[in-house]
């Protein structure tokens, strides 16, 4: 089932749930990729509330009118605004600010969900994101980036586990290697051979913030053949191989079913898929 609705303060999302739920739910909560929307990831909207999960996508604005931020083609202007905010230190904050609010609003989502009324557990709240969302939930984990002289973090102490989706490394938005070891709660960071950065970064850049994070509970997923726009399904006359989004699928369910429900089950097999566990 899916609903879109305006949280307090005029942040709009939209809500993946089960049909029929039964019992308080794990919530997920998802931040998008830049030029992305609460729109999106229907793959893992599906995929996650058919395992019992509800699913909140907050619609980030990048700077950009809501209108144009959901637009699912953007102009050159559109999208150079959207970077130039989000490489500006002052915006940083702000997408983990939307996911507190995200947060906060849970507790009175079923008022205007009806079929939700009893039925969310607040006490095991995952967040998750893709590309700039993978940095949200990063940051969001207890990464620290460094502006000017000085440390700043975003905590979002509520959540139990995060999952980041094509994450950036050391050197992208104020990142280095001495931003990683505040991340205590679980982490599962996937990323492709194919997954290169923007500036020209190997795809072996998106493992920085595994390979320096402080052990237990975190996960490294490397799928073969995947890029950048494997994890959001593609772009529009380019859709993303369907094998691959399983095994994405695979893998996330098996991170949220372990740290949000307690599932003590082996990692999937992912063809030709490298995973390392800390």
Same mark, same amino acid.
């Given at each position: 089932?899916?609903?879109?609705?305006?949280?307090?303060?005029?942040?709009?999302?939209?809500?993946?749930?089960?049909?029929?739920?039964?019992?308080?739910?794990?919530?997920?909560?998802?931040?998008?990729?830049?030029?992305?929307?609460?729109?999106?990831? %229907?793959?893992?909207?599906?995929?996650?509330?058919?395992?019992?999960?509800?699913?909140?996508?907050?619609?980030?604005?990048?700077?950009?009118?809501?209108?144009?931020?959901?637009? %699912?083609?953007?102009?050159?202007?559109?999208?150079?605004?959207?970077?130039?905010?989000?490489?500006?230190?002052?915006?940083?904050?702000?997408?983990?600010?939307?996911?507190?609010?995200?947060?906060?609003?849970?507790?009175?989502?079923?008022?205007?969900?009806?079929?939700?009324?009893?039925?969310?557990?607040?006490?095991?709240?995952?967040?998750?994101?893709?590309?700039?969302?993978?940095?949200?939930?990063?940051?969001?984990?207890?990464?620290?980036?460094?502006?000017?002289? %000085?440390?700043?973090?975003?905590?979002?102490?509520?959540?139990?586990?995060?999952?980041?989706?094509?994450?950036?490394?050391?050197?992208?938005?104020?990142?280095?290697?001495?931003? /990683?070891?505040?991340?205590?709660?679980?982490?599962?960071?996937?990323?492709?051979?194919?997954?290169?950065?923007?500036?020209?970064?190997?795809?072996? /850049?998106?493992?920085?913030?595994?390979?320096?994070?402080?052990?237990?509970?975190?996960?490294?997923?490397?799928?073969?053949?995947?890029?950048?726009?494997?994890?959001?399904?593609?772009?529009?006359?380019?859709?993303?191989?369907?094998?691959?989004?399983?095994?994405?699928?695979?893998?996330?369910?098996?991170?949220?079913?372990?740290?949000?429900?307690?599932?003590?089950?082996?990692?999937?097999?992912?063809?030709?898929?490298?995973? %390392?566990?800390?």
């Amino acid at each position: 089932m899916i609903a879109d609705r305006t949280l307090e303060g005029d942040l709009p999302v939209r809500v993946h749930y089960p049909a029929g739920l039964i019992g308080p739910a794990p919530i997920i909560v998802f931040s998008h990729g830049l030029g992305g929307s609460r729109l999106g990831y %229907e793959f893992l909207g599906k995929a996650w509330s058919e395992r019992g999960y509800v699913v909140v996508l907050p619609s980030h604005r990048e700077n950009v009118p809501l209108g144009v931020a959901e637009q %699912e083609q953007h102009t050159l202007a559109d999208l150079r605004a959207m970077k130039e905010a989000i490489n500006d230190p002052a915006n940083w904050p702000v997408r983990p600010l939307d996911i507190r609010r995200t947060v906060d609003a849970l507790e009175s989502l079923p008022s205007q969900i009806r079929a939700l009324n009893g039925m969310l557990d607040l006490s095991r709240i995952g967040v998750g994101g893709h590309s700039y969302g993978a940095y949200t939930a990063l940051l969001c984990a207890g990464a620290r980036v460094r502006v000017g002289d %000085e440390w700043q973090t975003f905590p979002e102490p509520r959540a139990r586990a995060f999952a980041a989706l094509s994450p950036p490394g050391n050197g992208s938005r104020g990142l280095s290697a001495e931003s /990683w070891t505040g991340i205590r709660a679980p982490l599962l960071c996937m990323t492709g051979t194919l997954d290169g950065g923007v500036l020209g970064e190997p795809p072996s /850049w998106r493992e920085d913030a595994f390979k320096s994070l402080p052990g237990p509970d975190h996960d490294l997923v490397v799928l073969d053949g995947a890029d950048h726009f494997t994890f959001s399904a593609g772009r529009p006359r380019f859709p993303a191989d369907p094998a691959l989004m399983k095994q994405i699928e695979a893998a996330t369910l098996w991170f949220w079913d372990k740290h949000l429900r307690g599932v003590d089950a082996p990692f999937p097999a992912l063809a030709g898929a490298r995973a %390392e566990h800390k």
